[in-house]
């Protein structure tokens, strides 16, 4: 089963798989697909004259299915949302860790409560994450260390 849509659409079944991805302006693999270096075309010209450089890119003048890329680079273009979110455990641990020491990563790394023996380094990116991840919460939380220390000063 082909999971892009682009290419499910554009198959032949009566074709084979070179063909149809070639038919598409596709490539099967690598080989004999990217640039060689000229240099060593032109080195290896001169030792063996009968030898002569491979094609390059495939124009896509030939292609007879020319829209299934431009399909898949439209696609590939759209931008991306990130998924990417912190466990409810970590962003307790790092709560903490910000109350307790502010900025200073190192203290982190020696605090008791820093189970996984994590350096000022892995503690540095898990803040980090935690600030690109949740960013309404990350504020919140910060207003709320700031209220609650200028408070107990008066």
Sequence with gaps: MIECPQIRKAWDNRKTAKQNL?????AVG?????PVNKARIALKCCF??????KDGPVDQTGLLKPYVIK????????????????????????QHMIKEHNEDYKAMARD??????D???????KVDLYKRCHPEEY??????????????ML
Excluded: H, W
């Excluded at 063996?48 to 450089?53: C, E, G, H, M, S």
């Excluded at 898949?72 to 641990?93: G, H, R, V, W």
């Excluded at 504020?139 to 107990?152: D, K, Q």
């Design 30 to 34: 690598s080989k004999g697909v990217l």
């Design 139 to 152: 504020a919140t939380f910060i207003a709320s260390l700031e209220t609650g220390s200028s408070s107990g």
């Design 48 to 53: 063996y004259p009968t030898l002569q450089a």
């Design 119 to 125: 350096t000022p380094k892995q503690i540095k990116r």
């Design 22 to 26: 070639r038919d598409m302006g596709l």
């Design 112 to 117: 008791e409560k820093n189970y996984y023996q």
């Design 71 to 94: 399909e898949m680079e439209a696609e590939a273009s759209l931008p991306t949302i990130d998924k990417t979110t912190c466990s409810n455990d970590m962003i307790e641990f790092l």
